[in-house]
Structures are given as C-alpha cells and as structure tokens.
C-alpha cells in the first residue's frame, strides 16, 4: 500500500495503514504456538465461510438428492443402469460369498428380488433373497449445471442483474459527485457554520429511517415517481453522511501547498477539485463506489415500497428473496440463485479489497 | 440561498466572503437533500403524530390533540415489540463488540502465519447482500439437513430448530448476521495497530501476562474503538428488521419473538395504513435512539479513554 500511495503521490496515513507488516512477524520461527494458533484460525475460517460450500453443494443437487435420507453431501446419483428400454437402480447388494456387489434391480420383491449384473447382463437375472428396501444404492457425482440455467430463465435473472448494475453504477455517479463536493466544501473553505454544520450531517447517521418514510413516502408518490427508479436513485445525488465523512478526512490529509500553487496559477475552486485534489483522492472515491456497489447489492426496502408493481425494474436482493417465497421447497434452485447474485460483489471485492478496506479504516477510527 | 449566483468576479465581495460563497455553493446539494429528504420528512411525521392520518384517508384530517400518544401508552402491542427488540439487542450487541474484538486479537497476533491472507477472507463476506447471507446461513441452521446442528451432533450435542423455536431463534438471527462482522473486525485490527508497542512492553516489565496487558493496556487504548462500535452497534441494532422482514414476511414467527418494533412500525404504515399512528411509533423509536445514545455520550467520560487528550 505505501508503493501504491507514493505512486500517485498520497500523503501516506501511518495511523491507518493496516496493511503495514510487523517487521519482526516475518521473522519469528514457525515454533508450536505459531502452529497452534494458525491451526486454530483456519479452522475457525472454515466454519465462517461454510455456508459458501453448503450454498454450492446444494446449488449443483438434484430434487431427489436433497429429500433422500442418507445421501451424501456433495452432488450425486444413486447408480443406475440402462438394460432392454428400462432405467433400473443400481444398489449394492451383499453376497452370500461375503462379497457386496453393484447389481441393478429388475424384479423387486418383499422376500427375495431379481438382479441384473451391470458387468455382465448376459448372465440373466440373478435372485437375491432379503427385502431390497434394506439395501443402499452407490453414488456417482453428478453435478447439476442446468440448475442455474434454470435459475437464469425462471426468475428472469439478466433483467435482475442488469436492473441492479445499472442502479449501481448511477447511484454510485450521483454519490461520488455529491460527497466529492460536499467534502470539498468542508473541508478546503472556511463559512460561519461550518463545524454546525458538518455535526448536523453526523448526526443524520443517528436518525432512524422510519421518522422520515411516510413523508418522504409520500412525496415520491405524489411525484409519480412510484414504478419507478427514481426514488432509488435521486437520493444518491444529494450526498450521505458516511461518504461526506470518508471523503472529507481524507481531503483534510491531503496537502494544501498544491491547492495553493494551482491558485496563484489562475486556477479557480472547480479547476483545483478537478486537477489536484481528485487525482491525489481516487483510492478513497474507489472505496466509495465500492461501498455503493455493496450497497445496491442489497437494496431491497426501497425497491419494495416503489417497485412491488414493477417487477422488470427491481434489483436483485427482492428478486432472490420473492424467489424465495416461491420456491421456497427448492433449495437447489434458491442456493443457485443466490450464488449467482453473490459472484459479482465477490469478484470486485477481490480486486479492490484494499482500497475497500482503507476506507472502513477511515471512517471507523479516525474519529 | 447564497450558492445560486456565481461568487467568481464579484469585486463587492471580500476574500473571506468569497470563499465562504464556494462553501456554500460546494455543501449545497447536501443542504439541499438535507432539507428536503430528512428535516421536512422529520418535521412532518411529528406533526402527523397530532393528526388522524390514514393511508387511504377517508375521514376529514383533523387535529386529535395527544389521543396518537394515549393510544401509545395502553397499546400492549407496541411495548411488546420494544421488548423483543431490546431483548434482541441484549444478545446481538455484545456478541457484535466481543466476537470482533476477539477476532482482531488473533489476527493481530504475532504468532499467526499468513494473517494478511486471512483477515482478507474473515473480511469478504461483508460484501455478500444480507438476502443472500440469509438464504445460506438459514439453510446452514435447517434442524435436519444443516450443517450446525450436524456439527453439534459430532459432540453429542442436538441442536436446536434455531429460527422456528422463540427461544432459540436470537442466537439464530445473531448467526444469521455473523457475515457481517467482516468491517468491526478491520475497525478493531486497525486500533489494536495503533497502540504504541512500549506500552507492551512496559507492561511486561511490571509482570503483566497476556489477561493483565489486555485489561490494562489493550483495552483502554481501544476504548475510542469499542465506543464507536458500541455507538453505531446500538443505532443499527434499534432499527432492526430487514431479516426478520425477510425471513417471516413481518409476522413475527415462531409465536411473536421476531415482532421487532421496525416491524411494526412497517405493518402499522403499510399493512393497517395508519399513518398518524405509525408515525407516534417512529418518534417513540427516535426518543428511544436519541435517549440510549446520549447516555452512552455521556457515559464516555468514565471509560473512554482519548490518548494525547489529558496532557
């Protein structure tokens, strides 16, 4: 991260640079308290990220895997064989020789059923004494892709995804371009008010959405703005507190020599926003926009008050979650679903995380 | 408002002012949001806390005095929901300081190997939408097929129908919301970097062992951290109701213990239209919010400690 800053010439911030390696971390000998504690960890991550293997597991799982009692977790079939026209179950069936072999069934019955050997069908049917009710079927994995194919047109997901990047991508503009100026404003001009100011849109963070809803409900309807993406979105151009907040500590960082050089240039207050201040500043507005990404990722109440009879505009998370309503006894097309809707924040944030990380850093201890 | 003419030029104005009219001008889009968006809305539902608004009004609108506020007092329904929530709290909060803290400890330990690497992984699932963390934290607390109550049962244990049983469904909306521990725990690794390592040290010199330097070291230093943590923590956790929303479309299953007080605010605006009476909930959550949050401003000054301030 310093490279990085001193590459596009950041003032490094020391008290936040949580990426900086203990020089003497490297160097400790791998001894049994280091593996202990590794160990320990990785098992621990393990369990956190669990979930994302079952959700996978399950995604790739036929109806009939899921409702079988005893079928093993990863994706799979019982065994089957293919003789004269007829698909016939596969089960292993335990010799009198003490040998257990994969026979398929042709001729069930309560005390003894006919067999057909896979290996060798020409043999002819073989009886087996017992109740094949008792015996268990082998499995071969077979993952099932089409399930998310199946997902891919039942809920109409590329109207979903487009509907929810679109959103992303506007909402994200109109916040850049609002906290970059409110930012700019508090933190490079002095006016009477400013630190009042600048409380009161802290303060907003401590304000509970539901003491505004109904008026701000009601103006949006009586725009005409319901079924549209406008109440989503116009928001986004009037600045949030947590934006304003990270992109103001940062501009504060940043030195004003260059700001005053570019003055004494001809440059006027616009220019010196453009040409010096968001140059040095682009790491903080990635970390904004990929907060807004995050953030229309899961938009789900304001779609639900404005988009409930508009369901080719709404955004993903209410689309996974009326899938869910649904579909709800098919857990193979939900945890398809809701693979599919997590790969693209899953992708950006392993591309920014540095940036995104940063910008939590900013905002939470630099108060 | 002073944003509207262009300052640039005008040779009546003095530097000062000038640069005061770029001020103003810069913050205007969010004075105006401001304004618009939350202090006439916050205005607003005050004055409709007075009047017998109604989603589809059918009556005259007219002024009721306080009987909004007298509904409020005798109206079990509402206290009930503050109970839920405030029980909720009484669990997700500090499980929400703790488990980052703790966490962050042991990604801040020297003795991890390839900590970058796993701080990066403890931290990816924030990004992941709450919905969808639903779906596979709820699949993963399924009392048959889940994967918990299986571990559970490796010791002995059975598991709970987490989200079906009222006693076991806190836990279970807690474990739902643990992917988004991802942000407290930077915040905390952060802080726990930013104590001077002679502090340590000088710790150990007087005898200190691992208990003695967290409880008079590590702790005071992170004091500003777990107040902001406990600050917002206690804001977000008041306001609750997305997952529950989600999870049982606001019905409050199993037998009410998911009836947040978010929730009925909701049905009481959208399901029973009342808006005036939504409205009085709303302000009854705001004075909620504003009260607990002062107290714990207040309560600062007895344990949170701000390094440089007292010289």
């Given at each position: 991260?310093?490279?990085?800053?001193?590459?596009?010439?950041?003032?490094?911030?020391?008290?936040l640079?949580?990426?900086?390696?203990?020089?003497?971390?490297?160097?400790?000998?791998?001894?049994?308290?280091?593996?202990?504690?590794?160990?320990?960890?990785?098992?621990?991550?393990a369990?956190?990220?669990?979930?994302?293997?079952?959700?996978?597991?399950?995604?790739?799982?036929?109806a009939?895997?899921?409702?079988?009692?005893?079928?093993?977790?990863?994706?799979?079939?019982?065994g089957?064989?293919?003789?004269?026209?007829?698909?016939?179950?596969?089960y292993l069936?335990?010799?009198p020789?003490?040998?257990?072999?994969?026979?398929?069934l042709?001729?069930p019955?309560?005390?003894?059923?006919?067999?057909?050997?896979?290996?060798?069908?020409?043999?002819?049917?073989?009886?087996?004494?017992?109740?094949?009710?008792?015996?268990?079927?082998?499995?071969?994995?077979?993952?099932?892709w089409?399930?998310?194919?199946?997902?891919?047109?039942?809920?109409?997901?590329?109207?979903?995804?487009?509907?929810?990047?679109?959103?992303?991508?506007i909402?994200?503009?109109?916040?850049i371009?609002?906290?970059?100026?409110v930012?700019?404003g508090?933190?490079?001009?002095?006016?009477?008010?400013?630190?009042?100011?600048?409380l009161?849109?802290?303060?907003?963070?401590?304000?509970?959405?539901?003491?505004?809803?109904?008026?701000?409900y009601?103006?949006?309807?009586?725009?005409g703005?319901?079924?549209?993406?406008?109440?989503?979105?116009?928001p986004a151009?009037?600045?949030?507190?947590?934006?304003?907040?990270?992109l103001?500590?940062?501009?504060?960082?940043?030195?004003?020599e260059?700001?005053?050089?570019a003055?004494?240039?001809?440059?006027?207050p616009f220019?010196?926003?453009?040409s010096?201040?968001?140059p040095?500043?682009?790491?903080?507005?990635?970390?904004?926009?990929?907060?807004?990404?995050?953030?229309?990722w899961?938009?789900?109440?304001?779609?639900?008050?404005?988009?409930?009879?508009?369901?080719?505009?709404?955004?993903?998370?209410?689309g996974?979650?009326?899938?869910?309503?649904?579909?709800g006894?098919?857990p193979?097309?939900?945890?398809?679903?809701?693979?599919?809707?997590?790969v693209?924040p899953?992708?950006?944030?392993?591309?920014?995380?540095?940036?995104?990380?940063?910008?939590?850093?900013i905002?939470?201890?630099?108060? | 408002?002073?944003?509207?003419d262009?300052?640039?030029?005008?040779?009546?104005?003095?530097?000062?002012?000038?640069?005061?009219v770029?001020g103003?001008?810069f913050?205007?889009?969010?004075?105006?949001?401001?304004?618009t968006?939350?202090l006439?809305?916050?205005?607003?539902?005050?004055?409709?806390?007075?009047?017998?608004?109604?989603?589809?009004?059918q009556?005259?609108?007219?002024?009721?005095?306080?009987?909004?506020?007298?509904?409020?007092?005798?109206?079990a329904?509402?206290?009930?929901?503050?109970?839920?929530t405030?029980?909720?709290?009484?669990?997700?909060?500090?499980?929400?300081?703790?488990?980052?803290?703790?966490?962050?400890?042991?990604?801040?330990?020297?003795?991890?190997r390839?900590?970058?690497?796993l701080?990066?992984?403890?931290?990816m699932?924030?990004?992941?939408?709450?919905?969808?963390?639903?779906?596979?934290?709820?699949?993963?607390?399924?009392?048959?097929?889940?994967?918990?109550?299986?571990?559970?049962?490796?010791?002995?244990?059975?598991?709970?129908?987490?989200?079906?049983d009222p006693?076991?469904?806190?836990?279970?909306?807690?474990?739902?919301?643990?992917?988004?521990?991802?942000?407290?725990?930077?915040?905390?690794l952060?802080?726990?970097?930013?104590?001077?390592t002679?502090?340590?040290?000088?710790?150990r010199?007087?005898?200190?062992?691992?208990?003695?330097?967290?409880?008079?070291?590590?702790?005071?230093?992170?004091?500003?951290?777990?107040f902001?943590?406990f600050?917002?923590?206690?804001v977000?956790?008041?306001?609750?109701f997305?997952?529950?929303?989600?999870?049982?479309s606001?019905?409050?299953?199993p037998?009410?213990?998911?009836?947040?007080?978010?929730?009925?605010?909701?049905?009481?605006?959208?399901?029973?239209?009342?808006?005036?009476?939504?409205a009085?909930l709303?302000?009854?959550?705001?004075?909620?919010?504003?009260?607990?949050?002062?107290?714990?401003?207040w309560?600062?000054?007895?344990?949170?400690?701000?390094?440089?301030?007292?010289?």
């Amino acid at each position: 991260m310093a490279r990085e800053a001193e590459l596009i010439g950041a003032p490094e911030l020391p008290a936040l640079d949580i990426e900086a390696e203990r020089p003497e971390r490297r160097r400790r000998p791998l001894d049994g308290r280091s593996l202990m504690l590794t160990t320990f960890t990785i098992l621990l991550l393990a369990l956190f990220l669990s979930p994302l293997l079952r959700t996978l597991t399950l995604s790739l799982k036929s109806a009939d895997q899921i409702t079988t009692i005893g079928a093993p977790i990863w994706p799979a079939d019982p065994g089957s064989f293919e003789w004269e026209g007829d698909t016939l179950d596969v089960y292993l069936v335990p010799l009198p020789d003490g040998t257990t072999r994969e026979l398929a069934l042709v001729d069930p019955g309560r005390q003894e059923s006919g067999f057909i050997d896979p290996a060798d069908p020409g043999a002819g049917i073989l009886t087996w004494q017992g109740s094949w009710r008792s015996l268990e079927q082998p499995w071969e994995f077979a993952p099932k892709w089409g399930n998310f194919a199946e997902v891919w047109t039942r809920i109409n997901f590329p109207r979903l995804m487009f509907n929810t990047i679109a959103l992303a991508v506007i909402g994200g503009l109109g916040t850049i371009i609002s906290c970059t100026l409110v930012a700019y404003g508090f933190a490079r001009f002095r006016f009477p008010g400013r630190n009042l100011l600048f409380l009161l849109v802290l303060s907003t963070i401590f304000l509970p959405a539901a003491v505004t809803l109904i008026p701000t409900y009601t103006i949006f309807v009586n725009l005409g703005w319901v079924g549209t993406w406008l109440p989503l979105l116009v928001p986004a151009f009037f600045a949030n507190a947590y934006d304003v907040f990270l992109l103001r500590q940062y501009f504060m960082t940043l030195p004003r020599e260059l700001d005053d050089a570019a003055k004494i240039d001809g440059a006027g207050p616009f220019r010196i926003l453009l040409s010096i201040i968001v140059p040095q500043a682009w790491p903080v507005i990635i970390a904004v926009a990929i907060f807004h990404l995050v953030y229309s990722w899961n938009l789900y109440f304001e779609p639900l008050l404005y988009l409930s009879t508009s369901p080719e505009l709404q955004p993903i998370s209410l689309g996974l979650s009326k899938f869910n309503d649904i579909y709800g006894s098919e857990p193979q097309y939900i945890q398809a679903a809701t693979l599919m809707t997590i790969v693209i924040p899953i992708v950006v944030f392993f591309f920014a995380q540095k940036a995104f990380m940063r910008g939590i850093v900013i905002t939470g201890v630099d108060k | 408002m002073a944003g509207t003419d262009p300052p640039k030029g005008d040779s009546r104005l003095s530097l000062g002012q000038r640069e005061a009219v770029w001020g103003y001008l810069f913050i205007t889009p969010w004075i105006f949001g401001f304004l618009t968006l939350t202090l006439v809305p916050v205005v607003a539902t005050f004055v409709f806390t007075f009047l017998n608004l109604r989603l589809n009004q059918q009556q005259p609108v007219r002024f009721v005095g306080l009987d909004n506020y007298a509904d409020l007092l005798g109206d079990a329904r509402a206290w009930d929901a503050l109970s839920v929530t405030l029980r909720f709290a009484a669990i997700a909060l500090p499980v929400g300081l703790i488990l980052p803290f703790a966490l962050a400890l042991l990604l801040n330990s020297r003795s991890l190997r390839g900590s970058q690497f796993l701080r990066t992984l403890f931290f990816m699932p924030y990004i992941i939408p709450f919905v969808a963390a639903l779906f596979a934290w709820g699949s993963m607390l399924n009392p048959e097929a889940g994967w918990l109550n299986g571990l559970l049962s490796w010791f002995g244990l059975d598991g709970p129908d987490w989200l079906n049983d009222p006693s076991w469904v806190y836990p279970g909306l807690v474990v739902i919301g643990l992917w988004g521990i991802g942000s407290a725990v930077i915040i905390n690794l952060a802080g726990l970097q930013n104590v001077p390592t002679e502090l340590y040290d000088a710790a150990r010199v007087d005898g200190a062992g691992f208990w003695g330097q967290l409880r008079h070291v590590t702790l005071p230093m992170m004091s500003p951290v777990i107040f902001y943590s406990f600050t917002l923590g206690l804001v977000g956790v008041l306001q609750y109701f997305l997952v529950p929303l989600v999870l049982n479309s606001g019905t409050g299953r199993p037998a009410g213990a998911t009836y947040f007080f978010n929730i009925y605010v909701y049905n009481t605006f959208f399901s029973f239209g009342n808006m005036s009476y939504g409205a009085t909930l709303a302000w009854l959550l705001f004075v909620v919010i504003l009260a607990t949050t002062l107290i714990l401003f207040w309560s600062a000054r007895y344990w949170v400690y701000y390094a440089g301030e007292n010289k």
